[in-house]
Each structure stands twice: as C-alpha cells, then as structure tokens.
C-alpha cells in the first residue's frame, strides 16, 4: 500500500527565511510572515512588568487550487507555529485562514497568539501606573 502511506506522509516544508516564508520544496505553497517587535505584559514574582517580545505576523497563507482542500495550509501553519513556539516568539494571526479556520481547528496554538487584550492591558497597566506615581495623599 505504498500509495497510501505516500498519501498519508505529511508535506515537508521548510524555512526560507530569507524571504520570511515557510513554504513547500516546490516553494508553490508558503505562508508570509513578517518579524516585528511587540510589548507585551508578563507577570514576573508577583509583578505585572512590559517585555519586549518577537511577534511572528502571520500574513498570508498560499496553495495553488489543484492542490487546496487537503490540509496543506495547516500543514504550513503547524510549521510555523512550531518554529515561533521554540523561538519563544508569540504569533499576530493577520491572516484570515489562520485567524478563522486553522486556530479555531486547532485551538491548543491559541496560547501563542498575540491579544488584543493584552495591548489593553499594556494601556491600563500605563495608565494605573501614572495614577499611583501622581496620586494625590488625599486619596491614599
Ligand atoms: N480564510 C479562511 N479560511 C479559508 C479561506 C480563507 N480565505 N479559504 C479557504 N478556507 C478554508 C476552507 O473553508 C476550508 O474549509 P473546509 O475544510 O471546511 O472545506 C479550509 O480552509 C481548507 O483547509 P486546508 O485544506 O488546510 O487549506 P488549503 O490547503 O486548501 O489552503 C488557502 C487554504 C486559504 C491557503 C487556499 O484556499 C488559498 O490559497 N486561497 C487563496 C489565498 C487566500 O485566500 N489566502 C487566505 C487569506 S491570506
């Protein structure tokens, strides 16, 4: 049955970081993506503080139609995802296959994603922290 294990073996797709692509050998099938840099806020000892974090914008997913429908774009987002989770980089899903079909298919990537919360939390943290340092004694 070699034909169906043939079928069965998942693509190999690799890194062309030169181009700021995971694609296909054949470099038909990619995904984009763009390296920027992010605040985000991390909880360290107790102590909400700002990190500065590499962001992997995941901003476009490519498969020419003879091959589409077979999983190969999940095929490169998992390969992407990996890289950005073992580089310690969170994922901006721009995106609409990552952002609507793959992660809401394979949710347990959702903890790399970079939130839109967490930008409010940087502003709030920002803003309760002008408070406290201007904070007049009549309200301590
Ligand atoms: N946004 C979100 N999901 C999409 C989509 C899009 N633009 N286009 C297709 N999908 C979904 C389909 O609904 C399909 O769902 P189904 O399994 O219920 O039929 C699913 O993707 C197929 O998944 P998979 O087999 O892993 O994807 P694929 O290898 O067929 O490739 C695309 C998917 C989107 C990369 C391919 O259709 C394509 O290259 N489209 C043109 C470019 C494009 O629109 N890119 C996405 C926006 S950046």
Not at 46 to 63: F, L, N, S
Not at 68 to 75: F, I, V
């Amino acid at each position: 049955m070699v034909g169906t294990a043939e079928a069965a073996a998942p693509p190999a797709i690799v890194r062309n970081e030169k181009d700021g692509r995971f694609e296909t050998e054949d470099k038909q099938a990619f995904l984009q993506y763009h390296l920027r840099d992010v605040t985000v806020l991390a909880v360290e000892g107790g102590q909400a503080k700002e990190k500065k974090k590499t962001a992997m914008d995941m901003v476009h997913t490519y498969v020419p139609r003879r091959k589409r429908g077979l999983g190969l774009a999940g095929h490169l987002c998992v390969a992407a995802f990996t890289h950005a989770q073992r580089n310690s980089m969170i994922v901006i899903p721009t995106c609409s296959y990552v952002s609507d079909t793959f992660l809401p298919r394979n949710p347990l990537w959702n903890s790399l994603v970079y939130k839109e919360e967490r930008k409010s939390c940087d502003c709030l943290h920002s803003l309760l922290s002008l408070f406290r340092d201007n904070i007049s004694p009549a309200f301590e």
